[in-house]
């Protein structure tokens, strides 16, 4: 278990079996797939990895049809063993989603490579510094963190390719410290090692030429020419060729004896005396000149918190590696850049014991400090006089690398503007480093290691107010504390600002600040105290922009989503994606934006405010409703593609309004459920916002169409919640405005949630509410949807009868608007209501009929709708194979286009059916798989259904303890629903007593 613990207690380990800690306790990372799938992102060092780059890597060629689905599953799995206490809504730390890929967000001390590569470099630098002794220590700490081969237990393409490329970077290193020792004089003691490692590695003649070397230097120049001769033996016969130069060149050495091979005795470093002078020599000495030891770095804030493995990083990269280091971290104002680097300096002075230059290049004000002015200032601190400091840039700067030539110093280059004020005044030769900040990301700066930094953690800010305010102040106060540092954004410039407000009033309470700081409008207001305001940093950024980047800077914080898409944003700018998007990147560069992932942006917290408020200065009330209208229209529009896809052949998507904007186009329905799914917060935003700022139904209309063409989202069983609440939100606009069409359109869609959720009553009044405004507006098109669902309901209750009825209601409607894929879902539903009353041969029948039509008119997930019912009459006949193999057809479709609602509850028919054949052990596994979906996308009806069947299948298995506790289960979800399948479950608990006695 390599490095120092992190905070939260997890270690990895690659350099053997791959293995993971938590607070030194071995955690359970399951199969060698999902092993391997760790093994990659941590390898990756938090790069993102695609889902397509994953499967290649660990099922190559062989991958099998559903190679993605196990993949998420592996990745859920690893997320619950590495953050066990993360619940289901909040967003993972460590393994997060970036874009449609996966990345492992750990620092490289948290495992054992990255604690290896560390001191690997840290070795070369203590050689390049003549501390021989030093380095070969770091190396064989390096090299203990090894435990056998790398990657064990890791299978796929990926994984053996790895694995070659580590066990060559560790002979590599062995080779490295043997040089080492050899320098040492050690020549007796890495004899034997040296034998046992080229017995392993025949063919390293680096290793051979080393062992050879260490022979000759114990006296045994014998053994040294054995050692060529087997070598070149050896060479010849596996590969054909002779020894190489260096060995070639070693044993031409030894056999002359020569006296450059002879031992070497270490001794430290003496400083010669100065020779004397010649009694002849009439000059006298020049004296010798020290250059100046600069140290310009500001005060350290006595007060820094956290930031602990980024300041570690960057001690790393400062202290080792090829050429100069140069680390540009880069953020938006106030997030603390300068204290960090300031930090990080002062930290480092022990690697540069030659001097620290710094310069404020004033990059955010309205005079930036000029490259030539700051190089006057270094070459006047390394002791250049004035007069003689040449005068052109180029000079300058030339000047300033030959002074700074085989010395160590430390550059820190503070708020700069662009690469072009930076790239004259950074060292030339190695032994040196650079730290520069600024806002804007330095991406074309040659060899920058780009550190973007990002706010606090919420500890840290805590951590931080506590620093500032008064740890006993703060302590007491914990929850609203928390409050307060998340109202700030936990942006280290707010958090202090606010702490050493609180500070200075003695009579506050940390919970005075809460409500002072949870009014949006005011919250800027609140963060500032003497020369320090947030909004006025801020101000700094804003005032760099061009007309086209801070109109779009004011646009995109209007929408209240937490993140845009670029063609979102395009639609808000009224702009072509490509225009909108360069100008989105120009923001991201001058960290007024950010890009959590491909294509996808968002502002701070703050920063969102402070934008909203220059929204105001600036654009009137008309253009602000203008960018959201158009807004609202992009969603509308691509949300009418993306239902018309999932539910081809419904009319819904052609009765929607036409906002007149142009939207998303899709190319399979997976594609547009996924669109919707990745969209759903920003479109639910848009909904919430229109449903506050509407004023008639012209402005209702377009929302509430929006939020009927989200309706495939139901499918999935995700957003129930946030669907209820918008629903009612919009009914309320809806009737404040009286707006009928719209008030139809929320309570059909509150009728669907309301269902899903097994709430019959409530949903069937809201179908009912629908229905009544359906007749009385003329809408068919939703009527006819709603009477299906009136039908479905009371099939749902048992009442057949009265849901043929309703079927027959919707048959109509769907006629008469000359809807055939309506009418064909209306049949397949009504087949289990002919079971219900024993008419088994018309259940089959509309069955058939409801599947030939979707079948004709080509509606992919009607067809797999049509088949689950299919499937549900001719499990019932006793047709069972026949049942089984449209099941399995339609949970393929319904598993591809991730709808889990459709997914639970065809694992369930399986179940079913395989009871019906005495296949128990299958039974039981589909009941568990329904069981898993139902629970993960919180179902209860679902999971009482998939309970109910695994009780069966375990009695029919003979686990009869099982059998009932899955029952028992059951039955009280089915209690608390109030479902009437309660009393069947009753009569199977029954029967268990009966066998059991």
């Given at each position: 278990?390599?490095?120092?613990?992190?905070?939260?207690?997890?270690?990895?380990?690659?350099?053997?079996?791959?293995?993971?800690?938590?607070?030194?306790?071995?955690?359970?990372?399951?199969?060698?797939?999902?092993?391997?799938?760790?093994?990659?992102?941590?390898?990756?060092?938090?790069?993102?990895?695609?889902?397509?780059?994953?499967?290649?890597?660990?099922?190559?060629?062989?991958?099998?049809?559903?190679?993605?689905?196990?993949?998420?599953?592996?990745?859920?799995?690893?997320?619950?063993?590495?953050e066990p206490d993360r619940s289901r809504r909040t967003r993972p730390e460590l393994l997060t989603s970036v874009g449609r890929g996966y990345a492992l967000r750990v620092d490289p001390a948290w495992f054992d490579l990255g604690v290896f590569q560390r001191e690997a470099a840290a070795a070369e630098?203590?050689?390049?510094s003549g501390e021989t002794a030093h380095a070969a220590e770091l190396l064989r700490e390096a090299l203990a963190l090894w435990s056998g081969e790398p990657l064990a237990g890791a299978v796929g393409p990926y994984a053996e390719q790895q694995r070659d490329r580590l066990i060559e970077r560790r002979?590599?290193?062995?080779?490295?410290?043997?040089?080492?020792?050899?320098?040492?004089?050690?020549?007796?003691?890495?004899?034997?090692?040296?034998?046992?490692?080229?017995?392993?590695?025949?063919?390293?003649?680096?290793?051979?030429?080393?062992?050879?070397?260490?022979?000759?230097?114990?006296?045994?120049?014998?053994?040294?020419?054995?050692?060529?001769?087997?070598?070149?033996?050896?060479?010849?016969?596996?590969?054909?060729?002779?020894?190489?130069?260096?060995?070639?060149?070693?044993?031409?050495?030894?056999?002359?004896?020569?006296?450059?091979?002879?031992?070497?005795?270490?001794?430290?470093?003496?400083?010669?005396?100065?020779?004397?002078?010649?009694?002849?020599?009439?000059?006298?000495?020049?004296?010798?000149?020290?250059?100046?030891?600069?140290?310009?770095?500001?005060?350290?804030?006595?007060?820094?918190?956290?930031?602990?493995?980024?300041?570690?990083?960057?001690?790393?990269?400062?202290?080792?590696?090829?050429?100069?280091?140069?680390?540009?971290?880069?953020?938006?104002?106030?997030?603390?850049?300068?204290?960090?680097?300031?930090?990080?300096?002062?930290?480092?002075?022990?690697?540069?014991?030659?001097?620290?230059?710094?310069?404020?290049?004033?990059?955010?004000?309205?005079?930036?400090?000029?490259?030539?002015?700051?190089?006057?200032?270094?070459?006047?601190?390394?002791?250049?006089?004035?007069?003689?400091?040449?005068?052109?840039?180029?000079?300058?700067?030339?000047?300033?690398?030959?002074?700074?030539?085989?010395?160590?110093?430390?550059?820190?280059?503070?708020?700069?503007?662009?690469?072009?004020?930076?790239?004259?005044?950074?060292?030339?030769?190695?032994?040196?480093?650079?730290?520069?900040?600024?806002?804007?990301?330095?991406?074309?700066?040659?060899?920058?290691?780009?550190?973007?930094?990002?706010?606090?953690?919420?500890?840290?800010?805590?951590?931080?107010?506590?620093?500032?305010?008064?740890?006993?102040?703060?302590?007491?106060?914990?929850?609203?504390?928390?409050?307060?540092?998340?109202?700030?954004?936990?942006?280290?410039?707010?958090?202090?600002?606010?702490?050493?407000?609180?500070?200075?009033?003695?009579?506050?309470?940390?919970?005075?600040?809460?409500?002072?700081?949870?009014?949006?409008?005011?919250?800027?207001?609140?963060?500032?105290?003497?020369?320090?305001?947030?909004?006025?940093?801020?101000?700094?950024?804003?005032?760099?922009?061009?007309?086209?980047?801070?109109?779009?800077?004011?646009?995109?914080?209007?929408?209240?989503?937490?993140?845009?898409?670029?063609?979102?944003?395009?639609?808000?700018?009224?702009?072509?994606?490509?225009?909108?998007?360069?100008?989105?990147?120009?923001?991201?560069?001058?960290?007024?934006?950010?890009?959590?992932?491909?294509?996808?942006?968002?502002?701070?917290?703050?920063?969102?405010?402070?934008?909203?408020?220059?929204?105001?200065?600036?654009?009137?009330?008309?253009?602000?409703?203008?960018?959201?209208?158009?807004?609202?229209?992009?969603?509308?529009?691509?949300?009418?593609?993306?239902?018309?896809?999932?539910?081809?052949?419904?009319?819904?998507?052609?009765?929607?309004?036409?906002?007149?904007?142009?939207?998303?186009?899709?190319?399979?329905?997976?594609?547009?459920?996924?669109?919707?799914?990745?969209?759903?917060?920003?479109?639910?935003?848009?909904?919430?916002?229109?449903?506050?700022?509407?004023?008639?139904?012209?402005?209702?209309?377009?929302?509430?169409?929006?939020?009927?063409?989200?309706?495939?989202?139901?499918?999935?069983?995700?957003?129930?919640?946030?669907?209820?609440?918008?629903?009612?939100?919009?009914?309320?606009?809806?009737?404040?405005?009286?707006?009928?069409?719209?008030?139809?359109?929320?309570?059909?869609?509150?009728?669907?949630?309301?269902?899903?959720?097994?709430?019959?009553?409530?949903?069937?009044?809201?179908?009912?509410?629908?229905?009544?405004?359906?007749?009385?507006?003329?809408?068919?098109?939703?009527?006819?949807?709603?009477?299906?669902?009136?039908?479905?309901?009371?099939?749902?209750?048992?009442?057949?009868?009265?849901?043929?009825?309703?079927?027959?209601?919707?048959?109509?409607?769907?006629?008469?608007?000359?809807?055939?894929?309506?009418?064909?879902?209306?049949?397949?539903?009504?087949?289990?209501?002919?079971?219900?009353?024993?008419?088994?041969?018309?259940?089959?029948?509309?069955?058939?009929?409801?599947?030939?039509?979707?079948?004709?008119?080509?509606?992919?997930?009607?067809?797999?709708?049509?088949?689950?019912?299919?499937?549900?009459?001719?499990?019932?006949?006793?047709?069972?194979?026949?049942?089984?193999?449209?099941?399995?057809?339609?949970?393929?479709?319904?598993?591809?286009?991730?709808?889990?609602?459709?997914?639970?509850?065809?694992?369930?028919?399986?179940?079913?059916?395989?009871?019906?054949?005495?296949?128990?052990?299958?039974?039981?596994?589909?009941?568990?798989?329904?069981?898993?979906?139902?629970?993960?996308?919180?179902?209860?009806?679902?999971?009482?259904?998939?309970?109910?069947?695994?009780?069966?299948?375990?009695?029919?298995?003979?686990?009869?303890?099982?059998?009932?506790?899955?029952?028992?289960?059951?039955?009280?979800?089915?209690?608390?629903?109030?479902?009437?399948?309660?009393?069947?479950?009753?009569?199977?608990?029954?029967?268990?007593?009966?066998?059991?006695?």
């Amino acid at each position: 278990m390599p490095g120092d613990a992190p905070e939260n207690g997890l270690r990895f380990a690659v350099l053997g079996p791959i293995l993971a800690w938590r607070d030194g306790v071995e955690l359970d990372l399951g199969t060698p797939l999902q092993r391997s799938i760790l093994a990659m992102l941590l390898l990756r060092e938090g790069r993102a990895a695609t889902p397509g780059e994953l499967i290649d890597a660990v099922w190559g060629e062989d991958a099998p049809p559903r190679a993605l689905g196990a993949l998420r599953t592996y990745v859920s799995r690893l997320r619950t063993v590495l953050e066990p206490d993360r619940s289901r809504r909040t967003r993972p730390e460590l393994l997060t989603s970036v874009g449609r890929g996966y990345a492992l967000r750990v620092d490289p001390a948290w495992f054992d490579l990255g604690v290896f590569q560390r001191e690997a470099a840290a070795a070369e630098t203590a050689r390049r510094s003549g501390e021989t002794a030093h380095a070969a220590e770091l190396l064989r700490e390096a090299l203990a963190l090894w435990s056998g081969e790398p990657l064990a237990g890791a299978v796929g393409p990926y994984a053996e390719q790895q694995r070659d490329r580590l066990i060559e970077r560790r002979i590599g290193t062995v080779e490295a410290l043997m040089e080492l020792d050899l320098e040492l004089g050690r020549h007796t003691d890495v004899v034997p090692e040296l034998i046992a490692l080229t017995a392993q590695h025949p063919l390293r003649e680096r290793l051979r030429a080393q062992l050879m070397l260490a022979y000759y230097r114990c006296g045994r120049q014998a053994d040294a020419l054995s050692v060529f001769t087997d070598t070149r033996n050896a060479l010849i016969e596996e590969l054909g060729i002779e020894p190489g130069a260096e060995l070639t060149d070693l044993h031409r050495r030894i056999l002359a004896a020569d006296p450059s091979l002879a031992p070497v005795r270490p001794a430290e470093p003496v400083r010669p005396s100065p020779p004397e002078p010649a009694e002849d020599d009439q000059a006298e000495a020049e004296p010798v000149v020290e250059m100046p030891k600069p140290a310009q770095l500001p005060a350290a804030v006595t007060d820094f918190t956290g930031r602990t493995s980024l300041v570690n990083r960057l001690l790393t990269l400062l202290g080792g590696g090829e050429g100069v280091p140069v680390a540009a971290v880069s953020g938006i104002g106030g997030v603390g850049k300068t204290t960090l680097a300031v930090h990080v300096a002062h930290r480092a002075q022990d690697l540069f014991p030659d001097g620290q230059l710094y310069a404020d290049l004033r990059g955010y004000g309205n005079e930036p400090t000029p490259p030539e002015t700051a190089l006057v200032a270094f070459l006047r601190a390394l002791g250049i006089p004035v007069d003689v400091i040449p005068d052109g840039l180029a000079e300058r700067s030339a000047l300033f690398r030959s002074l700074l030539a085989d010395r160590r110093m430390l550059v820190l280059l503070d708020n700069a503007r662009d690469a072009e004020q930076v790239e004259h005044l950074l060292p030339g030769s190695a032994g040196c480093a650079a730290i520069v900040t600024g806002r804007g990301k330095l991406a074309d700066l040659p060899s920058a290691r780009l550190i973007d930094l990002d706010v606090m953690e919420p500890d840290e800010a805590l951590s931080l107010l506590s620093a500032v305010a008064g740890p006993d102040r703060v302590a007491a106060e914990r929850a609203p504390a928390m409050d307060v540092v998340a109202a700030c954004g936990f942006l280290p410039l707010a958090v202090r600002i606010v702490a050493s407000r609180l500070a200075a009033r003695p009579s506050w309470t940390v919970a005075s600040l809460v409500p002072r700081l949870a009014d949006e409008r005011r919250r800027l207001d609140e963060m500032k105290i003497g020369n320090l305001a947030v909004s006025a940093t801020f101000a700094l950024g804003y005032g760099q922009l061009d007309p086209r980047q801070a109109r779009a800077f004011r646009l995109l914080s209007l929408p209240n989503g937490s993140d845009i898409s670029a063609f979102a944003a395009a639609a808000v700018l009224d702009l072509s994606p490509s225009e909108a998007e360069d100008l989105l990147e120009s923001l991201v560069d001058a960290s007024l934006l950010e890009a959590p992932a491909p294509g996808r942006y968002r502002f701070h917290d703050l920063l969102k405010l402070f934008a909203r408020r220059k929204a105001e200065e600036t654009d009137g009330p008309a253009e602000q409703a203008l960018a959201l209208r158009r807004l609202l229209g992009f969603y509308l529009a691509s949300s009418r593609a993306a239902h018309r896809l999932a539910y081809e052949g419904s009319a819904i998507a052609d009765s929607l309004v036409d906002a007149g904007a142009r939207g998303h186009t899709f190319s399979s329905a997976d594609e547009a459920v996924a669109w919707l799914s990745a969209e759903a917060e920003d479109l639910f935003a848009a909904i919430g916002h229109a449903a506050e700022s509407a004023g008639s139904a012209d402005d209702l209309l377009p929302a509430a169409d929006l939020l009927l063409a989200m309706e495939p989202l139901l499918e999935s069983g995700t957003n129930q919640r946030e669907f209820e609440q918008r629903g009612a939100v919009m009914l309320a606009a809806a009737q404040r405005v009286a707006d009928r069409h719209s008030e139809m359109r929320c309570a059909y869609v509150l009728g669907r949630v309301l269902f899903g959720a097994n709430r019959l009553d409530e949903a069937e009044q809201r179908f009912l509410g629908a229905r009544a405004i359906g007749e009385e507006t003329g809408d068919h098109i939703v009527l006819g949807e709603t009477c299906n669902a009136l039908a479905v309901v009371a099939g749902r209750q048992r009442r057949h009868v009265e849901a043929l009825e309703w079927f027959e209601r919707a048959t109509k409607v769907y006629r008469q608007v000359g809807n055939p894929a309506g009418e064909a879902l209306a049949l397949s539903y009504s087949a289990r209501d002919h079971l219900g009353l024993g008419r088994p041969q018309d259940a089959i029948a509309v069955s058939e009929r409801g599947l030939a039509i979707f079948t004709e008119i080509g509606s992919g997930a009607g067809i797999a709708r049509a088949r689950y019912h299919l499937g549900i009459v001719l499990s019932y006949v006793g047709r069972l194979n026949e049942a089984v193999v449209h099941h399995a057809e339609c949970l393929s479709f319904f598993r591809a286009s991730n709808q889990r609602v459709w997914e639970q509850r065809v694992c369930y028919r399986l179940a079913a059916t395989f009871i019906s054949a005495g296949r128990f052990a299958e039974a039981a596994r589909h009941a568990e798989q329904a069981l898993v979906v139902s629970r993960e996308i919180t179902h209860p009806y679902g999971e009482a259904q998939s309970l109910t069947a695994l009780g069966k299948a375990l009695r029919g298995a003979g686990e009869l303890p099982r059998g009932r506790d899955a029952l028992t289960k059951a039955l009280d979800i089915f209690s608390r629903l109030g479902s009437p399948e309660a009393e069947d479950v009753r009569i199977l608990l029954r029967e268990f007593d009966q066998v059991e006695t």
